[in-house]
């Protein structure tokens, strides 16, 4: 073995991954993928003083940006990606366990950018992952489990404008922070949106493009506008079968 592929293959140990395609790569491509490794660490590095926590090795891609990130609270092997922002200000703070990725562009916005109406946080368990492109709102407390899957252009929306008052504007009426909470082992499919007050059992997927408006049951694969349950993963049957 090569001394650049043995470098290759440790990198991927450290990082939790089992590099079974590694015979695949020629040299340039594991060059590529070391350096990258590298220049992503150095902006971590520049990062970690400036944390509330961090518990080891953090991983940044350029353009990113976090905000107030004395609120940021973070475990080992934090992967946030090109162009990503979190703007950790609120009450409760932004934590992301080991192994969390934050993909490309996501956006994690508990609070206004200037300190206005003040938002509850996230929290993200270990090995989960958000996609690209997604936005997490986080003014109302959300929790995302442990090992969860989520496609690109997810939204979390945990809080709803109160609207009541015809002979008020909407704007003036303020919010309900209902909160949304992903149990453990879920997958959260592209483009699909989690309203306000929602509970995604664990184990459950939602499917690309859904709309969901209520608790889904764990184990259970949902799907639709609003989204429904479509079967139950443990017996392979539709959702009216499972509920007689």
Known sequence: MSLLRSLFVRAM???????SGASLLTDRDMARVLWRG???????????PWLGACRGALFVGPGTSLHHSGHLYLGRQ???????EIHALSSDGVHLGDGVT???MASV???GYYGTDLGHGLRVGAGSAVGAFSWIGASGPVVIGEQVLMGP?????PENHIFEDVNRPIQEQGVERLGVTIEDDCWIGADAKILAGVWI???SIVAAGAVVTRDVPAGHIVGGVPARILR?????????EAAA
């Open 13 to 19: 140990h450290r990082a939790g991954k089992e590099p």
């Open 38 to 48: 590298l220049t992503y660490r150095l902006r971590g590095l520049y990062h970690q």
């Open 78 to 84: 934090v992967k946030i990606e090109d162009g990503a």
């Open 102 to 104: 934050i993909g490309r």
């Open 109 to 111: 916005r508990p609070s």
């Open 153 to 157: 252009r997810v939204v979390i929306l």
């Open 201 to 203: 059992g664990k184990g």
């Open 232 to 240: 139950d993963r443990g017996r392979g049957v539709s959702g009216q």
